[in-house]
């Protein structure tokens, strides 16, 4: 309904105080702000790289000569300024999708709406075209619209979430509001993730404030993020011996009840958050408060260049 590829049923569409939903001679100023990054990529096969990219500019009126040396200065800024001749069959999946979020943003859009803009991509090629995404998302001044499944693209590419079940809007906020107080299991489900900055050294990661990470594989060299899942996080009243790799003391600092699960929130040094059975927790005897001991294995951890 955004961009006016569905009608919409009810609701308003306002850009900066505009609204742009009800009135007819709106539409083509709809069209025109609103650029969109397809989940299948839809390059135009019969044309170039460079002309695809140059294509919305060209709608928009843009003679073919400012046109393409603007679809020039973008090939650039993505990287792929030498395949500007080539079709798009010749591209990967990771470059295909950077020359569609190019094509979106050379017409300087004041609304960027990106549909799953990863899921065809390969779980390899995934996080490096994440990485890029972010980083060219960064320099974006308009408002960016991403629609997701993946929890970890919304946490990584979102600074807001709008949870939406059965067509209705259920909650929305920051991550960290959304994490702190969810108000459905599926909202909890999404924004639960544990996520962590830091560096990778080609071992480990090492997050802000200095706890060292132990990930499987070779960490990304540079800027990186660590997600681990609630689930994978073990609690102890002393530090455990045994399989797990990473270790970290802290404190519990809130203990949610629900239903059959547990979440333990820890502050430390890595602050985390735990989901462990009511039985479990009972074991333990742990209150807010307590010394604890958390622990999670090396291959619990999904890594990603930030």
């Known amino acids: 309904c955004i961009n006016r590829l569905e009608e919409h049923q009810k609701g308003r569409i306002v850009v900066d105080g505009v609204e742009l939903t009800n009135d ?3 539409v083509e100023q709809i069209r025109r702000e609103v650029g969109m990054v397809f989940q299948s990529f839809n390059l135009f096969p019969h044309l170039s790289v460079l002309d695809n990219v140059a294509f919305g500019l060209r709608c928009a009126g843009t003679r073919a000569g400012p046109a393409r040396s603007e679809a020039r200065d973008w090939l650039d800024r993505i990287g792929l300024a030498g395949r500007a001749g080539d079709r798009p069959t010749a591209l990967s999946g990771g470059q295909a999708q950077l020359v569609a979020l190019a094509r979106a943003l050379a017409t300087r859009p004041r609304v960027l709406l990106l549909d799953e803009p990863l899921s065809a991509l ?11 995404l972010r980083r060219h998302l960064g320099t974006f001044s308009g408002a960016r619209l991403l629609v997701t499944h993946d929890p970890v ?8 979430l709008v949870v939406v079940e059965d067509g209705a809007v259920v909650q929305q906020g920051t991550p960290d509001e959304l994490r702190r107080h969810p108000r459905t299991p599926y909202t909890a489900s999404v924004v639960g993730l544990n996520l962590w900055r830091g560096r990778g050294d080609g071992r480990r990661l090492v997050v802000e ?3 060292p990470l132990v990930v499987p594989g070779p960490a990304p060299a540079g800027p990186a993020i660590a997600v681990v899942s609630p689930r994978a996080i073990s609690l102890h009243l002393a530090r455990p011996e045994g399989s797990p790799r990473n270790l970290v ?3 519990i600092a809130g203990i949610e ?5 547990v979440r333990v929130q820890v502050d430390g040094a890595l602050p985390l958050v ?3 059975t009511a039985g479990a927790l009972a074991d333990l005897g742990l209150r807010v408060g307590d010394p604890v001991w ?13």
């Open 294 to 306: 958390a622990g999670f294995k090396a291959s619990e951890v999904e890594v990603a260049p930030a």
């Open 209 to 211: 404030g200095g706890a």
């Open 274 to 276: 735990a989901d462990v």
């Open 24 to 26: 007819v001679k709106n």
């Open 249 to 251: 003391e802290g404190r």
């Open 257 to 261: 009840h629900r239903g059959d699960t």
């Open 153 to 160: 693209e919304a946490l990584v590419l979102a600074d807001r």
């Open 122 to 132: 390969d779980a390899q090629t995934r996080p490096a075209v994440r990485t890029d």
